[in-house]
């Protein structure tokens, strides 16, 4: 079976936002140029066959919402590529709710890891910002602790889902 995929480069006020497709599953999203033909590079993935259509224009669209308010959950099917434990930190990280934050010891304690290391260095390989919100994991005292698009761009998430989360959102 031959897997065709597709990459859209979105604007917003995170900035630049790749997003990366086949033709039924979301593979990648991150901030930047270049990052999800690397992605897929480094995956062994094809290279992108273009534009495409269907999921990749969902996935914008969803993405899009959420960058206007206007979405607090995303509703894609993902295809994860990591290990078994990264996995699990991924899924975790996916309950937590829209516009509220967690501890990186909360997640460990969820998923039967006895240290928080483990899990800021799996939340640090996530592949789908924003689907997978790593950005709503930090440190116990409060601390904003890592973020591979950068504390700045964390602490605007964080900002822009509570300013949000009060509202009717989809």
Known sequence: ????????????????????????????????DGEAVEFLRAWGLPPPAGRGSGLIEEAEAQLIEYFEGRRSSFSLPVSFFGTDFQVRVWKKTMEIPFGSTRSYSWVAKEIGCSSPRPVGRALSANHLMLVVPCHRVIEAQGGLGGFSAGLDLKRRLIQHERRHAGEELR
Request: charged share 20%.
């Open 1 to 32: 079976m031959v897997v065709k995929t597709f990459v859209r480069s979105i604007r917003s006020w995170l900035g630049r936002v790749e997003v990366a497709a086949s033709e039924d599953h979301l593979l990648f999203v991150g901030v930047g």
